[in-house]
T-cell receptor
């Protein structure tokens, strides 16, 4: 199946610091989605990127889709304790999407 | 709008027993997914339905896992017989996605936490 890797696997930041997670695919993607999963919870959709080089912002979150459509990133500015959770990218080459390995974010107050 | 409903929330069984999970997607959602999420890993797609037809079941261990969505609405996932390595959270998700338009936002249920002892 499709391989979607994320780095880092874990990230601990002090509240107020920035955070970035990177997603890399072994194949060219048609689109990519990002989800957030709180501890003990289920994945919740954040955004979908479709176009090469696309950048979208949601308040303190910035999402990018690479020019080659094989990588993506999520950047959080000035993290808050509510940002705690695991962030997954999910890449699609057709009608299915495959989740990445996830980055677990811990925010230290 | 009601979300994706799954039951049971928790299940503990002995290895070699069978178990079934149920999912009721959001009304009107054509696409239904079953994912397996092992602790510390990302969700792994087991099977995807478009209405009552299977779109992708390439990662479903068909010797022990089966799933159906007979009327194109709710779905069941069965494991028979269970193995220790099947211990995981089984997530059901649904979306409005149509095959001709590509994937759209998926809404997940709370999941069923399965423990095989």
């Amino acid at each position: 199946g499709q391989q979607v890797m994320q780095i880092p696997q874990y990230q601990h930041v002090q509240e107020g610091e920035d955070f970035t997670t990177y997603c890399n695919s072994s194949t060219t993607l048609s689109n990519i989605q990002w989800y957030k999963q709180r501890p003990g919870g289920h994945p919740v959709f954040l955004i979908q990127l479709v176009k090469s080089g696309e950048v979208k912002k949601q308040k303190r979150l910035t999402f990018q889709f690479g020019e080659a459509k094989k990588n993506s990133s999520l950047h959080i500015t000035a993290t808050q304790t509510t940002d705690v959770g695991t962030y997954f990218c999910a890449g699609s080459t057709g009608n299915q999407f495959y989740f990445g390995t996830g980055t677990s974010l811990t925010v230290i107050p | 709008e009601a979300g994706v409903a799954q039951s049971p929330r928790y299940k503990i069984i002995e290895k070699r027993q069978s178990v079934a999970f149920w999912c009721n997607p959001i009304s009107g959602h054509a696409t239904l997914y079953w994912y397996q999420q092992i602790l510390g890993q990302g969700p792994k797609l087991l099977i995807q339905f478009q209405n009552n037809g299977v779109v992708d079941d390439s990662q479903l261990p068909k010797d022990r896992f089966s799933a159906e969505r007979l009327k194109g609405v709710d779905s069941t996932l069965k494991i028979q017989p269970a193995k220790l390595e099947d211990s995981a959270v089984y997530l059901c998700a649904s979306s409005l996605a149509q095959l001709t338009r590509g994937p759209t936002e998926a809404f997940f249920g709370q999941g069923t936490r399965l423990t095989v002892v």
